[in-house]
Protein backbone atom coordinates (compact mmCIF):
# COMPACT_ATOMS: atom_id res chain seq x y z
CA UNK A 1 0.00 0.00 0.00
CA UNK A 2 1.18 3.30 -0.78
CA UNK A 3 0.60 5.98 1.89
CA UNK A 4 0.00 9.59 1.34
CA UNK A 5 0.05 12.22 4.22
CA UNK A 6 -3.34 14.25 4.52
CA UNK A 7 -4.79 17.12 6.62
CA UNK A 8 -2.93 15.80 9.66
CA UNK A 9 -3.25 17.85 12.71
CA UNK A 10 -0.97 17.06 15.69
CA UNK A 11 0.28 13.78 14.62
CA UNK A 12 3.83 13.19 14.92
CA UNK A 13 4.35 9.94 13.58
CA UNK A 14 2.65 8.93 10.53
CA UNK A 15 4.38 6.24 9.79
CA UNK A 16 4.03 4.86 13.30
CA UNK A 17 0.25 5.51 13.54
CA UNK A 18 -0.16 3.25 10.15
CA UNK A 19 2.25 0.44 11.02
CA UNK A 20 0.37 -0.46 14.46
CA UNK A 21 -2.86 -0.03 11.95
CA UNK A 22 -1.43 -2.60 9.73
CA UNK A 23 -0.46 -5.18 12.56
CA UNK A 24 -3.51 -4.90 14.28
CA UNK A 25 -4.58 -6.62 10.81
CA UNK A 26 -7.77 -4.45 11.14
CA UNK A 27 -7.15 -2.29 7.89
CA UNK A 28 -7.67 -5.91 6.42
CA UNK A 29 -11.06 -6.95 7.98
CA UNK A 30 -13.75 -6.57 5.80
CA UNK A 31 -16.00 -4.58 8.24
CA UNK A 32 -13.33 -1.85 8.10
CA UNK A 33 -13.23 -1.91 4.23
CA UNK A 34 -16.39 -1.46 3.97
CA UNK A 35 -16.39 1.84 5.66
CA UNK A 36 -13.11 2.81 4.83
CA UNK A 37 -12.21 2.05 0.82
CA UNK A 38 -13.26 4.86 -1.88
CA UNK A 39 -11.96 5.68 -5.37
CA UNK A 40 -9.37 8.25 -6.72
CA UNK A 41 -8.50 9.79 -9.91
CA UNK A 42 -5.45 10.29 -11.33
CA UNK A 43 -3.40 10.66 -14.90
CA UNK A 44 -2.83 7.22 -15.87
CA UNK A 45 0.78 6.16 -15.21
CA UNK A 46 2.46 2.97 -14.07
CA UNK A 47 1.99 2.45 -10.51
CA UNK A 48 0.80 -1.24 -9.19
CA UNK A 49 -2.38 -0.31 -7.78
CA UNK A 50 -5.33 -1.30 -8.78
CA UNK A 51 -6.62 0.28 -10.78
CA UNK A 52 -8.84 0.79 -14.00
CA UNK A 53 -9.32 3.06 -17.12
CA UNK A 54 -11.74 6.27 -17.20
CA UNK A 55 -13.90 7.09 -20.28
CA UNK A 56 -12.30 10.42 -19.51
CA UNK A 57 -9.38 9.76 -22.15
CA UNK A 58 -5.57 10.03 -19.65
CA UNK A 59 -7.42 9.83 -16.76
CA UNK A 60 -7.67 6.55 -14.74
CA UNK A 61 -9.97 5.47 -11.19
CA UNK A 62 -8.50 3.61 -8.34
CA UNK A 63 -9.19 2.75 -4.69
CA UNK A 64 -7.58 4.15 -1.90
CA UNK A 65 -8.43 3.46 2.07
CA UNK A 66 -8.91 6.17 3.92
CA UNK A 67 -8.14 5.82 7.45
CA UNK A 68 -9.38 8.63 10.32
CA UNK A 69 -6.95 10.11 12.88
CA UNK A 70 -8.48 10.61 16.38
CA UNK A 71 -7.83 14.60 16.03
CA UNK A 72 -10.15 14.16 13.03
CA UNK A 73 -7.88 14.01 10.19
CA UNK A 74 -6.81 10.77 7.76
CA UNK A 75 -4.22 9.29 6.29
CA UNK A 76 -5.15 7.43 2.66
CA UNK A 77 -3.75 4.54 0.89
CA UNK A 78 -3.71 3.36 -2.42
CA UNK A 79 -4.54 0.00 -2.88
CA UNK A 80 -2.11 -2.41 -4.21
CA UNK A 81 -3.06 -5.80 -5.51
CA UNK A 82 -1.10 -7.77 -3.21
CA UNK A 83 -3.58 -6.12 -0.02
CA UNK A 84 -6.51 -8.54 -1.42
CA UNK A 85 -3.86 -11.69 -0.13
CA UNK A 86 -5.00 -10.49 3.06
CA UNK A 87 -7.85 -8.55 2.84
CA UNK A 88 -11.66 -10.45 3.95
CA UNK A 89 -12.61 -8.64 0.32
CA UNK A 90 -12.18 -9.54 -3.47
CA UNK A 91 -10.99 -6.52 -5.28
CA UNK A 92 -14.11 -7.04 -7.50
CA UNK A 93 -16.08 -6.58 -3.86
CA UNK A 94 -13.82 -3.59 -3.30
CA UNK A 95 -14.89 -1.52 -6.30
CA UNK A 96 -18.24 -2.09 -5.31
CA UNK A 97 -17.98 -0.92 -1.51
CA UNK A 98 -15.66 2.03 -2.97
CA UNK A 99 -17.96 3.19 -5.52
CA UNK A 100 -20.50 2.80 -2.84
CA UNK A 101 -18.70 4.89 -0.54
CA UNK A 102 -17.65 7.32 -3.15
CA UNK A 103 -21.04 8.23 -4.31
CA UNK A 104 -22.42 8.40 -0.85
CA UNK A 105 -20.12 11.72 0.02
CA UNK A 106 -20.61 13.11 -3.70
CA UNK A 107 -22.31 16.41 -4.42
CA UNK A 108 -22.88 18.83 -7.25
CA UNK A 109 -23.47 22.41 -6.61
CA UNK A 110 -23.73 25.98 -8.24
CA UNK A 111 -20.23 27.29 -9.02
CA UNK A 112 -20.99 30.22 -7.35
CA UNK A 113 -23.40 28.97 -4.30
CA UNK A 114 -20.01 26.86 -3.56
CA UNK A 115 -17.84 29.80 -3.34
CA UNK A 116 -20.46 31.36 -1.38
CA UNK A 117 -20.47 28.38 1.50
CA UNK A 118 -16.99 28.22 1.71
CA UNK A 119 -15.97 31.54 1.82
CA UNK A 120 -18.79 33.99 2.21
CA UNK A 121 -21.56 35.57 -0.08
CA UNK A 122 -19.15 38.60 -0.44
CA UNK A 123 -16.47 36.77 -2.53
CA UNK A 124 -18.83 34.92 -4.29
CA UNK A 125 -20.72 38.27 -5.24
CA UNK A 126 -16.96 40.13 -6.31
CA UNK A 127 -15.85 36.57 -8.24
CA UNK A 128 -18.82 36.16 -10.00
CA UNK A 129 -21.11 39.70 -10.35
CA UNK A 130 -23.05 37.83 -13.05
CA UNK A 131 -24.59 34.41 -12.89
CA UNK A 132 -22.28 31.64 -13.59
CA UNK A 133 -23.07 28.31 -15.39
CA UNK A 134 -20.41 26.00 -14.13
CA UNK A 135 -21.26 23.51 -11.19
CA UNK A 136 -18.94 22.12 -8.77
CA UNK A 137 -18.62 18.55 -8.85
CA UNK A 138 -16.38 17.02 -5.47
CA UNK A 139 -17.26 15.43 -2.22
CA UNK A 140 -18.10 16.39 1.55
CA UNK A 141 -14.07 16.24 2.64
CA UNK A 142 -13.01 17.81 -0.85
CA UNK A 143 -10.56 15.85 -0.48
CA UNK A 144 -9.67 13.33 -4.12
CA UNK A 145 -13.41 14.28 -4.87
CA UNK A 146 -13.04 14.54 -8.80
CA UNK A 147 -14.47 10.95 -8.31
CA UNK A 148 -17.36 12.39 -7.97
CA UNK A 149 -17.62 12.51 -11.50
CA UNK A 150 -18.31 8.86 -11.94
CA UNK A 151 -21.52 9.05 -9.75
CA UNK A 152 -24.00 8.38 -12.92
CA UNK A 153 -27.29 8.71 -10.63
CA UNK A 154 -26.11 12.30 -9.00
CA UNK A 155 -25.47 13.44 -12.85
CA UNK A 156 -28.59 12.02 -14.16
CA UNK A 157 -30.56 13.68 -11.22
CA UNK A 158 -28.93 16.75 -12.18
CA UNK A 159 -29.49 16.68 -15.61
CA UNK A 160 -33.34 15.74 -15.23
CA UNK A 161 -33.33 19.06 -12.87
CA UNK A 162 -31.74 21.46 -14.52
CA UNK A 163 -32.86 19.75 -18.46
CA UNK A 164 -29.40 19.23 -19.57
CA UNK A 165 -28.40 15.79 -21.25
CA UNK A 166 -25.01 16.58 -22.10
CA UNK A 167 -22.29 18.34 -20.21
CA UNK A 168 -18.78 19.68 -20.74
CA UNK A 169 -16.17 18.52 -18.13
CA UNK A 170 -13.29 20.36 -16.82
CA UNK A 171 -10.84 18.93 -14.80
CA UNK A 172 -9.91 21.29 -12.05
CA UNK A 173 -7.87 18.52 -9.79
CA UNK A 174 -7.76 15.34 -8.05
CA UNK A 175 -10.05 17.36 -6.08
CA UNK A 176 -12.79 18.59 -8.12
CA UNK A 177 -14.53 18.69 -11.47
CA UNK A 178 -16.32 21.79 -13.13
CA UNK A 179 -18.91 20.56 -15.30
CA UNK A 180 -21.46 22.94 -17.92
CA UNK A 181 -24.55 22.60 -20.13
CA UNK A 182 -22.94 21.34 -23.40
CA UNK A 183 -26.22 23.25 -24.95
CA UNK A 184 -25.28 26.92 -23.96
CA UNK A 185 -21.08 26.09 -25.55
CA UNK A 186 -20.29 26.08 -29.36
CA UNK A 187 -18.48 22.79 -29.84
CA UNK A 188 -15.10 25.04 -31.16
CA UNK A 189 -15.26 26.74 -28.21
CA UNK A 190 -14.11 23.55 -26.44
CA UNK A 191 -10.30 24.53 -27.77
CA UNK A 192 -10.48 27.77 -25.53
CA UNK A 193 -11.37 25.42 -22.43
CA UNK A 194 -8.96 22.75 -22.97
CA UNK A 195 -6.11 25.85 -23.22
CA UNK A 196 -7.52 27.57 -20.18
CA UNK A 197 -7.18 23.75 -18.43
CA UNK A 198 -3.50 24.08 -19.62
CA UNK A 199 -2.82 27.44 -18.23
CA UNK A 200 -4.18 26.50 -14.76
CA UNK A 201 -2.10 23.56 -14.51
CA UNK A 202 1.01 25.43 -15.55
CA UNK A 203 0.13 27.91 -12.92
CA UNK A 204 -1.88 26.85 -10.04
CA UNK A 205 -2.21 23.63 -9.49
CA UNK A 206 0.42 21.00 -8.08
CA UNK A 207 1.82 18.32 -10.92
CA UNK A 208 0.40 15.53 -8.30
CA UNK A 209 -3.08 17.34 -8.37
CA UNK A 210 -3.35 17.56 -12.16
CA UNK A 211 -6.12 15.01 -14.00
CA UNK A 212 -5.52 15.73 -17.87
CA UNK A 213 -4.95 18.62 -19.60
CA UNK A 214 -7.91 19.12 -21.86
CA UNK A 215 -11.87 19.20 -21.77
CA UNK A 216 -14.15 16.65 -21.93
CA UNK A 217 -17.46 16.22 -23.27
CA UNK A 218 -20.10 13.79 -20.72
CA UNK A 219 -23.46 12.76 -21.87
CA UNK A 220 -25.33 12.50 -18.69
Do not use: C
Not at 143 to 170: D, Q, T
Amino acid sequence: MKFEKASIKNLENVEEYVEKLMLSGKIFQREYVEEHIFIGLQRIGQEEIERQNTEFEGIEKYLYIRMNTEDGAFITAKVNRSYFEKAEVSAQEAWGLAEKNTNKESFVMGLAEYIAKKYGKDMATMLFPNQTPFYVVTNKSEYKGASAILNKKMLSEFGRKYNINKVVVIPSSIHEMLILSADILELERMEELTKMVQDVNANEVLVREQLSDRAYILDI
